[in-house]
């Protein structure tokens, strides 16, 4: 009787533990060119201080809000579409990195690039930017 009693209540206690394991699997939303992401390749991406979630594509870069993707390409300042790597700062700048050997920066609603920006302009850059 005890015997049994014992591979009932080991029974049970294996189901429960099985049950709760299965509780902790994440939930994960692949986004894509058809949700409003600018390429369906990303480099990188990173968070700003405002929350926003920032993806380097091969086509542009990307701005999620948790809602809806903001694009920007050429048209919005960027000195090419394909970005190798993102940086947030404490100042709220997003630092990007494209594929053509510069920088550029968003910051209050505008790209900055070394074309618009005196700063920017006087740094020469030789080579790929592959981090920050």
Not at 30 to 35: C, F, G, L, T
Not at 98 to 109: A, D, L, M, V
Request: a negative charge.
């Amino acid at each position: 009787m005890l015997m049994g009693l014992r591979l009932i209540l080991s029974f049970l206690f294996c189901v429960l533990i099985a049950k709760t394991g299965f509780a902790q699997e994440y939930n994960y939303t692949n986004y894509d060119v058809e949700d409003g992401l600018a390429g369906s390749t990303v480099y990188a991406m990173c968070q700003d201080k405002d929350g926003f979630m920032w993806f380097a594509t091969e086509a542009g870069v990307s701005r999620y809000d948790g809602t809806k993707f903001r694009n920007f390409s050429t048209s919005d300042g960027l000195p090419e579409t394909e970005v190798l790597c993102l940086f947030a700062d404490s100042s709220g700048r997003v630092w990007m990195a494209p594929f053509k050997s510069t920088i550029c920066y968003y910051y209050n609603g505008k790209i900055h690039n070394q074309e618009n920006d005196s700063l920017l302009k006087k740094i020469p850059i030789n080579n790929v930017i592959y981090a920050f």
